[in-house]
């Protein structure tokens, strides 16, 4: 079992940048592929972008391709996903996630969660 907690949201102006965390409990994060998935009001949850077990593969939404840079470090159990080029239609709630090998941008795929983060773009 793994559990989740993520850090590092807040404001930020559009054109910002911001740095996301997720720091994972258990020896067996490292045999999991990681994603980040944001939700905001109204709106389903929606794939952000997605790391391999090993970080060897890395894969992203349209929406924040060029923009976002998604890595693990798996020997301090911990995820990150950096942010450029904020804008205020990425104001959200992130959350990360743990599903088996290889990856998914599927939501139903993810077996863990953190509570999440909010981020808050503004104009």
């Known amino acids: 079992q793994v559990q989740l907690v993520e850090s590092g949201g807040g404001l930020v102006q559009a054109g910002g940048s911001l740095r996301l965390s997720c720091a994972a409990s258990?020896?067996?994060?490292?045999?999991?592929?990681m994603g980040w998935f944001r939700q905001a009001p109204g709106k389903e949850r929606d794939f952000v972008a997605a790391?391999?077990?090993?970080?060897?593969?890395?894969y992203y939404a349209d929406s924040v391709k060029g923009r976002s840079t998604i890595s693990r470090d798996n020997a301090a159990n911990t995820v990150y996903l950096q942010m450029n080029s904020l804008k205020p239609e990425d104001t959200a709630v992130y959350y990360c996630a743990a599903c088996n090998p290889p990856y998914s941008t599927n939501v139903d795929e993810y077996d863990y969660w953190g509570q999440g983060t909010q981020v808050t773009v503004s104009s």
């Open positions: 258990g020896r067996t994060f490292r045999r999991y592929a």
């Open positions: 790391i391999s077990f090993n970080g060897a593969s890395t």
